[in-house]
């Protein structure tokens, strides 16, 4: 009989414990599982949105995030310049900009807007209609909106939206419903041509770049993107998407960061406690049964094996039911997280990777090894003689 | 003299346990030689070192004094993985309170021991069958512990002692938690295992159980009361 097969059938003499401890592992390994993929999740969520722009680099004026600082100046001319840059495929230019539309109950309603060239990557997805023009039919620019402004104005592919911030009013052509990738739940965001924007802001400084959206030659990667805008304009501040990220990771996420690994370190606290307390009282409620076998021969490596084998099934068991329910509550508790405001839509805050299966089941290994430890000992030292004489006595 | 081989051989054995109020001294100059196919019974007042003598000749423990031979090697000399390997291989024990594995069967507890011992798949199931019907169950195999009698348990016990063709089996008062009839059967049983070629040396109280020995030794204050070779019948 296998060590694994005997432990099961010891943990069998007391199914109540050994289900309660099982579950107390599945709770406490949810909320580990839940832990790991917090520790990473914000960072992976941010990487995927900033990925699906299909920009790998971005160029500001400052080290201010964008839309945050001042704008790059002469734009036209810096997008001009870093074109030629041979590491670089595309340089897009970005304006951002606030507007008021009027709203039910003569109220009005913010709407973001972002100034851009025609679509060129993944600056939004296109759901309906058609995308943006460079035209302006009968004097109002095309502009794309997100479906909650679509949804809230009643507006389609050629209905009209009139800006309210602006005397008199401008307006715009709807040529598409969009999703753009930071778009906040429930914000009202709309894209429109560089032209659109000036149309938009008719007092905003022309020929300013709150971003500048860069791609990289595929041959060159971003790094070396990077490396070639910082040579040929060093007054500006260009970021990879590591780099933008590594600054997130030490600054804005590393909050989350924190809070993951306290609570990470709580959970595995109590699994090493609550499986090493079940494996304990086991052995020292069956010492004689211990003292028993050890007698009739069986090795001091045998019996650390069962209980090794014993702190693996409740361990193991725990930590298999762990993933789907740590699954299930980082869906609840991501659901809760993400109605931050201003927070885009997109993002998560937990997120599965392999990595985090991979370090559970490290964990679950290591939790396993250390909590037989204590009761192993107990078992394996325990002194024959006076443990039979003690049970025969009592 | 006799001319059979000695399977454990004390001579001038003491056994002190250091306790916090003093050192205990449990056996005093103990010599003792049990030879292939013996019979021996130990009786003696409780606390008087029986169990204590046990545990030395079956490789539990070892003497603080003199020396212990078994199959001719010194035992003090073993380390804890040898005198492991001998007790599962040599030494079969018997308990009092039987120390079956609860949530094993019948079966599963005769075989466990064999399983331990490395013996083929084939040959375990062989000698687990052979064992339960030659103590009695062959019918009871799937019943756990807890399924059967006090007798029934030591019966199973007496056949997991069996399991590895040990030279020795101990026991260890294996009446002592049964009646006087079930202490019948369980004597009849070890007549039957001696009379089949296995060496007994029993520990017991019961002065019906030590009758059946062809050897009786007594003790008292941790000395043997009797020479091994007045005992003799």
């Known amino acids: 009989m296998s060590p694994l097969h005997f ?25 580990l599982f839940d832990m790991l993929m917090l520790s990473r999740g914000l960072i992976v969520s941010f990487r995927d949105l900033l ?22 100046a002469e734009a036209a001319a810096t997008t001009e310049e870093l074109s030629r840059l041979p590491e670089l495929a595309m340089v897009v230019p970005v304006r951002f900009g606030a507007a008021t539309v009027a709203a039910r109950g003569g109220r009005t309603h913010e709407v973001a807007i972002i100034g851009s060239q025609t679509r060129r990557r993944g600056e939004w997805r296109l759901l309906e209609g058609a995308d943006l023009a460079d035209g302006a039919a009968g004097g109002r620019p095309d502009m794309v909106v997100n479906r909650t402004l679509a949804r809230e104005q009643g507006l389609a592919s050629g209905s009209i939206v009139r800006l309210a911030s602006t005397l008199p009013g401008r307006e715009f052509r709807v040529s598409g419903i969009v999703e753009f990738p930071f778009e906040a739940t429930g914000e009202w965001m709309a894209g429109v041509t560089l032209r659109g924007f000036t149309h938009a802001f008719p007092t905003a400084r022309r020929d300013e770049a709150d971003l500048l959206l860069v791609a990289s030659r595929p041959e060159a990667g971003p790094d070396a993107a990077v490396v070639a805008i910082r040579r040929a304009r060093p007054d500006l501040h260009a970021f990879s998407i590591d780099e933008v990220l590594e600054r997130l990771r030490h600054a804005e996420f590393s909050y989350f960061r924190q809070v993951s690994f306290v609570l990470a370190t709580i959970a595995s606290f109590f699994t090493l406690l609550l499986v090493t307390t079940l494996l304990t009282v086991s052995v020292n409620q069956r010492l004689g049964e211990v003292a028993a076998l050890r007698a009739l021969g069986f090795s001091r490596r045998r019996i650390t094996l069962d209980l090794l084998a014993e702190s693996a099934l409740l ?42 299966l991979a370090l559970h089941l490290a964990f679950l290994v290591l939790a396993a090894l250390i909590a037989a430890a204590y009761p192993a000992i107990l078992a394996a030292r325990l002194p024959i003689a006076a443990t039979l004489r003690r049970e025969s006595i009592s | 003299m006799s001319a059979k081989a000695a399977i454990v051989e004390a001579r001038g054995v003491g056994k002190v346990y250091p306790m916090p109020a003093g050192p205990v001294e449990a056996l005093r100059d103990v010599s003792l030689t049990v030879e292939a196919g013996d019979y021996v019974a130990i009786s003696g007042p409780s606390g008087c070192g029986k169990s204590t003598l046990l545990h030395l000749l079956g490789c539990v423990d070892t003497p603080t004094a003199g020396s212990l031979l078994f199959e001719g090697r010194p035992v003090r000399a073993m380390g804890e993985e040898e005198r492991s390997r001998i007790r599962l291989r040599r030494i079969g024990f018997v308990f009092q309170r039987f120390y079956l594995l609860p949530m094993l069967t019948a079966w599963e507890n005769v075989e466990l021991v064999q399983s331990e011992a490395g013996m083929p798949a084939a040959e375990r199931r062989a000698r687990t069958r052979e064992l339960l ?48 009839e079930t202490g019948e059967q369980i004597g009849d049983l070890f007549d039957r295992v001696n009379a089949d070629g296995t060496t007994l040396v029993i520990v017991t109280h019961n002065l019906a159980l030590a009758a059946r020995a062809r050897r009786r030794l007594a003790m008292r204050s941790g000395r043997l009361a009797a020479s091994p070779a007045m005992a003799r019948p």
């Open chain 1, 51 to 72: 990925e699906s722009t299909g920009f790998d680099v971005r160029v500001t004026a400052t080290e201010a995030l964008p839309g945050m600082g001042p704008a790059v």
């Open chain 1, 7 to 31: 432990a099961g059938r010891s943990l069998s003499r007391q199914p109540a414990r050994a289900l309660l401890g099982v579950i107390g592992v599945a709770v406490v390994g949810a909320l």
């Open chain 1, 315 to 356: 361990v193991g068991g725990g930590g298999i039911a762990a993933v789907p329910l740590g699954l299930l509550l980082a869906r609840g508790l991501d659901s809760i997280l993400r109605q931050m405001p201003d927070l885009p839509s997109r993002l998560h805050f937990f997120v599965l990777e392999p990595r985090d």
């Open chain 2, 133 to 180: 019907e030659y103590v009695g169950l062959g019918q009871r195999v799937g019943h756990l512990p807890s399924q059967l009698s006090g007798g029934e348990m030591q019966r199973v016990a007496i056949a997991r002692a069996l399991a590895n063709r040990p030279g020795l089996v101990l026991a260890d008062e294996p009446t002592g938690e049964l009646d006087d």
